[in-house]
T-cell receptor
Framework: GIQVEQSPPDLILQEGANSTLRCNFSDSVNNLQWFHQNPWGQLINLFYIPSGTKQNGRLSATTVATERYSLLYISSSQTTDSGVYFCAVNYGQNFVFGPGTRLSVLP | NAGVMQNPRHLVRRRGQEARLRCSPMKGHSHVYWYRQLPEEGLKFMVYLQKENIIDESGMPKERFSAEFPKEGPSILRIQQVVRGDSAAYFC?????????????FGPGTRLTVT
C-alpha cells in the first residue's frame, strides 16, 4: 500500500513565526487534503489540493503531484494554530492519513 | 447547511457491551467513511459505504465490527462485545458523488471509552 510521511513530527513556534510542513507520499494519488485537528479533537478542512497552489488567509498549500509531495505554509502563526496537522491522500477507494505534525505556538 | 453529524459525542461502555455509533452525512452526500483514531495517533481508515452498499471494508477488524448505511437514516458503526482496546475516537466523513476525485468532510467524532 501507499506510504504517507509527514515532517517534522513536532514543531514549536513563537507566535508570529512562519513554518512549512511537508507531506510525502510513495505513489500516485487522486487527490490530497490537509486538515487541522484542534486541541478539542475537531478535524477542520484546510485545503483540497490534488495539484497546484492554493491560499486561504495566512495559510497556503502547494502540491507537486509528479514529485509526490505537498507543502503547507503557515505565516504569522497564532496560538490558535496549535494542534495536529494531517495530510491525507486518496488512494484507491479510501483515504490514507499521514502520522501528523504536532504544532505548538507559544504566546 | 448542516455539516456531518455524529452521535453520541461521548460513549462509555463496559467490557462486553455493544456500542452503536451514528453518522448523518452532509446533505447531498452519498458516500460515508469511518475512521478510528487511537490516542496520540493518526486516523486509520475502517470502511467506505454508499447507500445500502459496503464498498471497501478492508480496514475493519474481521470480528465484532460491522457497518451499514441504509436507504433511510444514518450510517451505523456497530461494535459488539467491546474490549478496552476499542477505546478510541471514531470519525465519520462524507463526500459527494465520486467524479474521479472528491473531498471529504469530517464530523466531530464519537469518543468511545470502554471501562
Amino acid at each position: 500500500g501507499i506510504q504517507v510521511e509527514q515532517s517534522p513530527p513536532d514543531l514549536i513556534l513563537q507566535e508570529g513565526a512562519n513554518s512549512t510542513l511537508r507531506c510525502n507520499f510513495s505513489d500516485s494519488v487522486n487527490n490530497l487534503q490537509w486538515f487541522h485537528q484542534n486541541p478539542w479533537g475537531q478535524l477542520i478542512n484546510l485545503f483540497y489540493i490534488p495539484s497546484g497552489t492554493k491560499q486561504n488567509g495566512r495559510l497556503s498549500a502547494t502540491t507537486v503531484a509528479t514529485e509526490r509531495y505537498s507543502l503547507l505554509y503557515i505565516s504569522s502563526s497564532q496560538t490558535t494554530d496549535s494542534g495536529v496537522y494531517f495530510c491525507a491522500v486518496n488512494y484507491g477507494q479510501n483515504f490514507v492519513f499521514g502520522p501528523g505534525t504536532r504544532l505548538s505556538v507559544l504566546p | 447547511n448542516a455539516g456531518v453529524m455524529q452521535n453520541p459525542r461521548h460513549l462509555v461502555r463496559r467490557r462486553g457491551q455493544e456500542a452503536r455509533l451514528r453518522c448523518s452525512p452532509m446533505k447531498g452526500h452519498s458516500h460515508v467513511y469511518w475512521y478510528r483514531q487511537l490516542p496520540e495517533e493518526g486516523l486509520k481508515f475502517m470502511v467506505y459505504l454508499q447507500k445500502e452498499n459496503i464498498i471497501d471494508e478492508s480496514g475493519m477488524p474481521k470480528e465484532r465490527f460491522s457497518a451499514e448505511f441504509p436507504k433511510e437514516g444514518p450510517s451505523i458503526l456497530r461494535i459488539q462485545q467491546v474490549v478496552r482496546g476499542d477505546s478510541a475516537a471514531y470519525f465519520c466523513a462524507s463526500s459527494p458523488w465520486r467524479g474521479g476525485s472528491y473531498e471529504q468532510y469530517f464530523g466531530p467524532g464519537t469518543r468511545l471509552t470502554v471501562t
